[in-house]
């Protein structure tokens, strides 16, 4: 089993930036793929962007100019940098682990972008 569990999450002002983590543990098998996805109250999760199984970092091009995932593959963490965030990124962000080992989604951080 697998367990993602992130953090970083809380209250920033329009333009203001925020790192997430998200630190898998238990039979983490291979890193990859792995990725975030927002879902804000009232409507569908979204993709945010992923790792691939290659090692390649993908992020949603409406987002890609503000937001960065990287990875620390010896502390089993993966971030999230955002920066100059809109109130419209106001949203539950999760985690999730995929592939050969299961479907695996951590329990989120709440985001919330306001003045």
């Known amino acids: 089993q697998v367990q993602l569990v992130e953090s970083g999450g809380g209250l920033v002002q329009p333009g203001g930036s925020l790192r997430l983590s998200c630190v898998a543990s238990g039979n983490i098998g291979r890193p990859y793929p792995m990725g975030w996805y927002r879902q804000a109250t009232g409507k569908q999760r979204e993709l945010v962007g992923f790792i691939s199984t290659d090692g390649v970092t993908i992020v949603e091009p409406p987002l890609k100019d503000r937001f960065t995932i990287s990875a620390d593959n010896t502390k089993s963490t993966m971030y999230l940098q955002m920066s100059s965030l809109k109130p419209e990124d106001t949203a539950v962000y999760l985690c999730?682990?995929?592939?050969?080992?299961?479907?695996?989604w951590g329990q989120g951080t709440q985001v919330t972008v306001s003045s």
């Open positions: 999730r682990k995929w592939g050969s080992g299961g479907d695996h």
